[in-house]
C-alpha cells in the first residue's frame, strides 16, 4: 500500500518521513529538528521533515524563514493544520520526532506512534522517559544535544530494521503498560488510598 503522505504532499517516494504532528509553538522544539537537518547533508538527501499542525503565526514564519536560510525547501515540508484523523497522519510517518525543549506529559502523539509501530525519537524531558525505554521502545535525547539528535536519525533512516524493530517495542510496550484498562485500573488504585 503506498503512504498517502506521499501522493498528498508530492514527496520523493525514495525519502523517509520524519514528522512532528501537534501544535506549532517554541517549547515543542521544531527548531531543534531543522538545525540538525541544516547539518546533516545525510538527512538532507534521505529524508523529509513533515511538520503537521498549526500555532503561533510569528513562529511559524520565523521556522520558514529558516527553512529558506538553511536551503532545506523542498525537504521540509508544513502542511498546517489537516482535517485527517491524527492516526492516519502518524502512521505515514518513518519516524516521530519529538524534540520538546522543557516539560511535556504523556505526549499523545507519542503514544500513538507507538501503538501503531512507528518508532520514536524523543527529548529526555517531563514524562516522556516513563514512557520510552530509551534504546528499546524508542530513543531518548537531550532536547539541546544537536549532534546527538543528528546521529540517531541519521542511524534510524539508514537502518529499516532499527525502525521495525524499535517500532515493534514501542508498540509492544504501549499496548502492555498503557492500555486503557491498565490506566483505569492505576488511577483506581490511586484513588482508593
Not at 161 to 169: L, M, T
Request: charged share 20%; glycine share 8%; net charge negative.
Amino acid at each position: 500500500m503506498t503512504n498517502h503522505l506521499y501522493l498528498i504532499l508530492a514527496l520523493e517516494y525514495n525519502k523517509i518521513i520524519i514528522g512532528m504532528i501537534g501544535p506549532i509553538n517554541a517549547h515543542k522544539g521544531h527548531a531543534t529538528i531543522l538545525d540538525v537537518f541544516h547539518l546533516s547533508r545525510d538527512l538532507k538527501q534521505t529524508a523529509h521533515f513533515v511538520v503537521v499542525g498549526s500555532g503561533s503565526e510569528v513562529l511559524t514564519s520565523e521556522l520558514k524563514a529558516k527553512v529558506r536560510a538553511c536551503e532545506l525547501e523542498g525537504v521540509v515540508i508544513f502542511t498546517g493544520f489537516m482535517a485527517e484523523d491524527s492516526n492516519a497522519i502518524i502512521r505515514g510517518f518513518d519516524i516521530l520526532a519529538m524534540p520538546t525543549i522543557d516539560f511535556e506529559g504523556f505526549g499523545y502523539s507519542m503514544a500513538e506512534a507507538m501503538l501503531a509501530g512507528i518508532p520514536v525519537v524523543a527529548s529526555k524531558v517531563g514524562a516522556i522517559p516513563e514512557i520510552i525505554e530509551n534504546g528499546v521502545s524508542g530513543y531518548l535525547i537531550s532536547p539541546d544535544d544537536i549532534q546527538g539528535w543528528r546521529l540517531r536519525l541519521e542511524h534510524m533512516v539508514r537502518n529499516e530494521d532499527e525502525r521495525k524493530k524499535i517500532g515493534f517495542n514501542g508498540q509492544t510496550r504501549i499496548a502492555k503498560q498503557f492500555s486503557a484498562k491498565k490506566m483505569s485500573q492505576s488511577y483506581y488504585d490511586f484513588i482508593s488510598k
